[in-house]
């Protein structure tokens, strides 16, 4: 049996990607998880879509409406706030085209089990021999690029930010994590294991996050990322290093006097 379980799934104009019947057949084999679908302002017809997903089982599915489209960043915040204010003992996050297969869950749920001290279990798309992950170049090379910048701005040798399936502790450090809104919009995630960093300070960034390879992952057709957008993150991952100073850059800096 799984722990208590609310995954956010944040949705704008989803229509064309979204997987209703995969959301319900996850949710007979695991009765314990929940789906909160945050309705980013969608101008298609994926609110109808979610609220046919409410009536059928109101139990494991709920929509949290945002009247005006917020961005990802801030439905993903919002989504979190109102999880964390249920049973749940664990949250988290999951995009909508399911690029992450839901089947993944008990994996990120094992690790939590296996490792009390972790705060976050989040996705990473290693490709391995026996592993399926299913990238464009582009993408591929430009988040190694990205992650090289985020592992010196996180001070953490951490291979993908980007993942978009993530999972915490609901707890009082997220609930501290996710209190105010994001500075930036397209690099959130980075910003979100910064936070941690104020918000456990007794632990290292590197000792309550654990990154997981996963099993599968597709580049669903569809995705709203361009190659401008590149430009834009690394843009922001300078002002995360400028507002979240790495506890690793700063013992560095200290030790050469």
């Known amino acids: 049996m799984m722990p208590e379980t609310t995954i956010v799934v944040p949705c704008f104009n989803e229509a064309a990607r979204l997987q209703p019947d995969a959301f319900r057949e996850f949710v007979k084999k695991s009765p314990s998880c929940e ?4 309705d980013d302002g ?16 109101g139990n494991r599915f709920q929509v949290l409406r945002l009247e005006q489209n917020q961005g990802k960043a801030e439905a993903v915040r919002q989504g979190l706030i109102r999880a964390i204010q249920g049973p749940a003992a664990y949250v988290g996050f999951w995009d909508a085209d399911l690029a992450t ?12 089990e296996e490792r009390p001290d972790l705060q976050a279990v989040v996705g990473s798309r290693v490709k391995l021999l026996g592993r399926k992950i299913d ?3 582009f993408r591929h090379y430009a988040g190694r690029v990205f992650a090289t910048f985020a592992s ?13 399936a993530k999972l915490f502790r609901a707890d009082a450090a997220l609930q501290e994590v996710v209190s105010k809104r994001f ?14 960093g104020r918000a456990v300070k007794e632990v290292s960034l590197e000792d309550m996050i654990y990154e997981l390879p996963l099993r599968r992952w597709t580049d669903v057709a ?8 590149f430009c834009k993150a690394v843009l922001e991952l300078n002002r995360v ?9 700063g013992r560095a800096k200290r030790s050469k006097h």
């Open 152 to 164: 010196l701005v996180l001070g953490i040798p951490i291979y993908d930010t980007q993942c978009g």
């Open 135 to 137: 990238r464009t170049a």
């Open 35 to 38: 789906f909160l679908f945050v």
């Open 222 to 229: 569809g995705s709203k990322l361009k190659p401008k957008d």
């Open 42 to 57: 969608s101008q298609d017809e994926t609110r109808l879509i979610l609220e046919c997903l409410e009536q059928s089982n």
């Open 183 to 196: 500075l930036t919009t397209w690099i959130f995630d980075v910003e979100l294991i910064a936070r941690y």
């Open 241 to 249: 290093r400028r507002i979240y100073p790495s506890p690793t850059r």
């Open 101 to 112: 297969p839901l089947d993944a869950i008990p994996e990120f749920l094992d690790v939590f």
